[in-house]
Nanobody, 124 residues
């Protein structure tokens, strides 16, 4: 059974950093891509970033380029999302998800497997 557990959310001041973790289990980690998505109250889900565990290729939404960095520790089956220079508009529930590949298509349409979210609140 595919399981994805996001953690690391919390309250942070604007301009500050926060790191999210996504622990994966139940599948061959190297064969999948992991993505981060977010949904703010009253807004549609947004694909934030994804990484291919096999070759390390990464993709980012324009809204987070230069501020967020996604990385993968294949030995720990864990993907991280380092978020710097946070803005109040980054406030959302962040979810990690998995699929066979990664790219703009997946960030837009979503992935097959989802974990529960972790709330990030950025205060101004």
């Amino acid at each position: 059974e595919v399981q994805l557990q996001a953690s690391g959310g919390g309250l942070v001041q604007a301009g500050g950093p926060l790191r999210l973790s996504c622990a994966a289990s139940g599948f061959t980690f190297d064969d999948y891509a992991i993505g981060w998505f977010r949904q703010a109250p009253g807004k549609e889900r947004e694909g934030v970033s994804c990484i291919s565990s096999s070759d390390g290729s990464t993709y980012y939404a324009d809204s987070v380029k230069g501020r967020f960095t996604i990385s993968s520790d294949n030995a720990k089956n864990t993907v991280y999302l380092q978020m710097n220079s946070l803005k109040p508009e980054d406030t959302a529930v962040y979810y990690c998800a998995a699929d066979f590949s990664c790219g703009s298509y997946y960030l837009y349409y979503g992935m097959d497997y989802w974990g529960k979210g972790t709330l990030v609140t950025v205060s101004s």
